[in-house]
């Protein structure tokens, strides 16, 4: 099993760009995350999905969308970038909500 | 309002030592405290957890140790050695049913 994956591992944007992380996951687990890890803040819940087709927002989800179309892929889209979404962002996935999370190795983005 | 408090930020401890880090939380309703390990360039990785129908729960070298009435756990690391210098987070939930709530991190070092 490869476990989470995620695409790509690093990552420059200009101001206004959008573009899409990814994240897959081959554990068939119903519940998958986007966190964001910024220095001194710990990891910060964006979106959460319970199964597909059905998300939520978590602790800081603006500027951020997503969707969940199939069990294994949770992408998470920037809209329009901003230099304050510069971060390290994780996908994670668990068989429930609350339970243990596999985090996959991140997203470093630079917006500038 | 931060549910889950960690403490210290960062924390110097030499081979051979205990390392302890604190967590405190508020909501009452977390029946899951896991604490999770991340080294720098990797996805955090789940390290223990502990349900608060018990006090201490011991791997290896690696203990938590819970007070449901301070609402607080702990993390000890006996015997530190510079392979356990990462960051480390803890997090609380109510298992099956809200997201993981993290702490905000503390990186350890261990000198020799």
């Known amino acids: 099993n490869a476990g989470v994956t995620q695409t790509p591992k690093f990552q420059v944007l200009k101001t206004g760009q959008s573009m899409t992380l990814q994240c897959a996951q081959d554990?068939?687990?119903?519940?998958m995350s986007w966190y964001r890890q910024d220095p001194g803040m710990g990891l910060r819940l964006i979106h959460y999905?319970?199964?597909?087709?059905?998300?939520d927002q978590g602790e800081v989800p603006n500027g951020y969308n997503v969707s969940r179309s199939t069990t294994e892929d949770f992408p998470l889209r920037l809209l329009s970038a901003a230099p304050s979404q510069t971060s390290v962002y994780f996908c994670?996935?668990?068989?429930?909500?609350?339970?243990?999370?596999?985090f996959g190795p991140g997203t470093r983005l630079t917006v500038t | 309002q931060q549910q889950v408090k960690q403490s210290p930020q960062s924390l110097i401890v030499q081979k051979g030592g205990i390392s302890i880090i604190n967590c405190a939380y508020e909501?009452?309703?977390?029946?899951?405290f896991p604490w999770y390990q991340q080294f720098p360039g990797k996805g955090p990785a789940l390290l223990i957890a502990?349900?608060?129908?018990?006090s201490e729960k011991k791997e290896g070298r690696f203990t938590i140790s819970f007070n449901k009435s301070a609402k607080q756990f702990s993390l000890h690391i006996m015997d530190s050695q510079p392979g356990d210098s990462a960051t480390y987070f803890c997090?609380?939930?109510?298992?099956?049913?809200?997201?993981?709530?993290f702490g905000k991190g503390t990186r350890l070092s261990v000198i020799a």
């Open positions: 994670a996935s668990s068989y429930s909500r609350g339970r243990e999370q596999y």
């Open positions: 554990m068939n687990h119903e519940y």
């Open positions: 999905s319970v199964g597909a087709g059905i998300t």
């Open positions: 909501n009452t309703a977390f029946d899951y």
């Open positions: 502990i349900r608060p129908d018990v």
């Open positions: 997090a609380a939930s109510i298992s099956g049913n809200t997201p993981l709530v």
